[in-house]
């Protein structure tokens, strides 16, 4: 890691060096972070330069859950990760994570639909024979949604 002319614990990214698709995630992610008060973000000319906000370890540790939560279902995994495996992460971490096992809202129909649909690269009917979007019938799930089944009559 080299460090931005600004020194400390600034961290510079060259967003040159990355794909569009991943300059816009690291964007995304960023912004993220410096919402939820984790994190200070600059732009320098190409760099994307990151500095990390002094906060206390229970600060830390509520302001990255909420970051997690809106970032989406592979972070909200990740803070799963952390709640459910006290023993390699600070107590403080793994405890305020917890929230993320059972009190995170489902993510948004719309979303899971085009995110599968793009990740598969076809239309959701030429490969399930129903997809259900969430039903408030359903019971809590973080970043839940309703079962699917593909067109062979299998779940996947």
């Known amino acids: 890691m080299r460090r931005y002319q600004g020194g400390g614990s600034s961290l510079p990214v ?24 984790v994190v ?21 540790a509520v302001a990255l ?6 970032l989406g279902p592979t972070y909200v995994k990740l803070g799963q990760l952390i709640a459910s495996s006290p023993g390699p992460f600070p107590e403080v971490l793994s405890d305020e994570f917890r929230g993320l096992l059972d009190q995170c809202p489902a993510e948004a129909p719309g979303r899971v639909r085009a995110l599968v649909q793009r990740e598969l690269g076809v239309p959701l009917d030429e490969v399930f024979k129903h997809f259900d979007e969430p039903r408030s019938l359903l019971p809590p799930s ?15």
């Open 14 to 37: 060259d967003l040159r060096r990355l794909s569009p698709v991943d300059a816009a995630r690291l964007v995304e992610v960023a912004l993220t972070l410096a919402a939820s008060g």
């Open 40 to 60: 200070v973000v600059a732009r320098r000319g190409p760099f994307l330069v990151i500095h990390p906000r002094r906060r206390s370890p229970r600060a830390l």
């Open 142 to 156: 973080p970043r839940c949604t309703a079962p699917s089944s593909t067109a062979a009559g299998r779940s996947p």
């Open 65 to 70: 859950r909420q970051a997690f939560a809106d």
